[in-house]
């Protein structure tokens, strides 16, 4: 019913910068929050950052200073800008959100993840 698409993975040098995107589609009524997680070989999934509708965002210690969390209600989107890469950044990043659909059911939502490699 929802779907979440996600963009921006790729290769970068340590130092680098790569912005993600993710786009919820679908029988969305609103959402309440959107955010970044990331799971890196052998690790669990980790939150990277948060962002609920009308509330404070919730950023990792790990990334705050270098990565910023931002939302464009009207299109549904939440992005990842991610500045001064580590290669402990290395990992697959998922888009979340929390939907409320048309008959106010809420339901999670997880996109197909999107690689991020960060390598000299």
């Known amino acids: 019913q929802v779907q979440l698409v996600e963009s921006g993975g790729g290769l970068v040098q340590p130092g680098g910068t790569l912005r993600l995107s993710c786009a919820a589609s679908g029988r969305i009524f609103s959402i309440k929050s959107m955010g970044w997680y990331r799971q890196a070989p052998g690790k669990e999934r980790e939150l990277v950052a948060a962002m609920p509708s009308g509330g404070s965002t919730n950023t990792a210690d790990s990334v705050k200073g270098r990565f910023t969390i931002s939302r464009d209600n009207a299109k549904n989107t939440v992005y990842l800008q991610m500045n001064s890469l580590k290669p402990e950044d290395t990992a697959v990043y998922y888009c979340?959100?929390?939907?409320?659909?048309?008959?106010?059911?809420?339901?999670?939502?997880w996109g197909q993840g999107t690689q991020v490699t960060v390598s000299s």
């Open positions: 979340n959100a929390l939907v409320v659909l048309g008959n106010l059911d809420e339901y999670d939502y």
